[in-house]
């Protein structure tokens, strides 16, 4: 390169080094795209589809790392449903009839709402084996107040409700503060309230109370209006329709993971399908049972304490190990004394359902199968006895097993023996696979 007057002069580029433009328009690799391998530019709707497949491919993975890990969920619990009914129905085409099935509904409240509690204390690893007896000291509580000392109802409800609390909390404070096992506790408060329910019967060993009262109606009350049954079973789909778009609209700004929107429409359509077919079917008898709604409410509640609430989380975080819940700030104590506290307090409300079905409170719920039917309804629906997992819906399918297997051999005239027989077999199968669960959960690293 040449210098002329001290300066710099740009050195003269030839033609064939510079492409004219008419070169570059006649050259196809630079006028095709895919021929000279350069992508294609992405349109919005292929970045849109492109997400959703990404989406839609977690969603399967995680679903086939659910199914190596033995986490199927209520899905099984859903299949043993369906094939008790459908053996009991092949059996006794009156099994699903609107009259049993109206039955059914309401003999499950009771024993369903003191397996929420047992759900609760399952959740962190323990056990209540007072339940039955505070059952049974709440009606012998309520009766005693009202029937013999002339106390209002609502006064004695309240009392009793009361009653079962202060026990649980008692439970509660032994365990965690004192440090007694849990099993312990429990079992000298299911002799002790006990006892305390034997004395307050007295020799007649059971007290009638009004059949047209406020316990008696909790069971004996149906809503037959359409608006009223049709618009609570919409009322209640579209409020989880909602809610779930609006958690699923949360993760996704937060940046967390979310499933896809398929999901939520085909569980909304599934819920409306099941609802408006109870109503269906519970209406062409006498309508929906007041006692039914009251334990749906209490388990839609428990739920929403458990996902939703601060202090639900804490007891969730205590089910996966005591030690590193008190190293992320957790009380246990604290959480461990409200946990038998709820305990207590649903043990008590289900027994004023009981005595309602027998409009009487009497000895039965202190027999040992009220605690026995809770405990294993809170198993079989899929609560886990090693904590940590379970749900409060795991009581109410747990129960329609065990009330089902129970109603349909009553139909079928098989004695007491056997449905101990049978329902002893399921709980067995419940608490293996639970252990299978739990087994391939420690396999790959997940306490």
Aim: proline share 5%; charged share 15%.
């Amino acid at each position: 390169m040449a210098v002329r007057g001290g300066g710099w002069r740009r050195p003269r580029t030839r033609a064939a080094d510079t492409p004219s433009t008419d070169s570059r328009k006649s050259d196809p690799a630079r006028s095709d795209p895919a021929r000279s391998g350069a992508p294609p530019s992405a349109s919005p709707g292929s970045d849109g589809r492109r997400r959703h497949a990404e989406r839609l491919g977690e969603h399967a993975r995680a679903v086939r790392r659910r199914l190596r890990e033995g986490d199927l969920g209520p899905v099984p619990v859903l299949l043993a449903l369906a094939v008790t009914w459908a053996v009991f129905q092949g059996l006794n085409h009156n099994f699903l009839s609107p009259r049993n099935l109206s039955v059914l509904s309401v003999d499950i409240v009771g024993t369903g709402i003191i397996a929420v509690g047992i759900v609760f204390v399952l959740l962190i690893g323990e056990i209540d084996l007072s339940v039955g007896s505070l059952a049974g000291l709440a009606g012998a509580v309520f009766a005693s107040l009202n029937v013999d000392l002339g106390m209002p109802e609502w006064l004695a409800v309240l009392v009793a409700v009361a009653c079962g609390a202060a026990a649980g909390a008692l439970h509660g404070f032994s365990f965690a503060r004192i440090g007694v096992p849990a099993f312990v506790v429990t079992l000298a408060g299911l002799l002790a309230w006990n006892g305390v329910m034997l004395y307050l019967l007295g020799t007649e060993t059971s007290i009638n109370f009004s059949e047209t009262g406020l316990v008696a109606t909790l069971t004996s009350r149906y809503f037959d209006a359409a608006v009223a049954t049709y618009g609570l079973a919409a009322l209640a789909t579209l409020a989880y329709l909602l809610v779930s778009s609006r958690d699923r609209r949360r993760r996704a700004a937060a940046g967390m993971p979310y499933g896809p929107v398929n999901r939520i429409w085909v569980r909304t359509a599934l819920l409306a399908v099941t609802s408006f077919t109870a109503v269906h079917v519970l209406k062409r008898f006498e309508g929906v049972p007041l006692a039914l709604l009251i334990f749906l409410a209490v388990i839609v509640a428990s739920d929403l304490f458990l996902r939703r609430t601060p202090y639900g989380r804490r007891v969730l975080a205590l089910g996966g190990g005591a030690e590193a819940a008190r190293r992320a700030g957790v009380d246990v104590s604290r959480v461990r004394i409200a946990v038998f506290t709820a305990s207590g307090t649903l043990a008590a409300v289900g027994g004023l359902f009981v005595a309602s079905r027998l409009t009487s409170a009497s000895q039965a719920p202190g027999s040992g199968m009220l605690l026995i039917n809770a405990i294993a309804a809170a198993v079989i629906g899929g609560t886990s006895l090693f904590g940590g997992r379970g749900s409060p819906w795991s009581a109410l399918l747990g129960v329609l097993i065990i009330q089902s297997i129970a109603s349909g051999m009553a139909l079928l005239g098989v004695e007491p023996p056997i449905q101990f027989i049978v329902t002893g077999g399921v709980l067995y199968v419940a608490v293996v696979l639970d252990s299978l669960a739990r087994r391939a959960a420690v396999a790959r690293g997940r306490p």
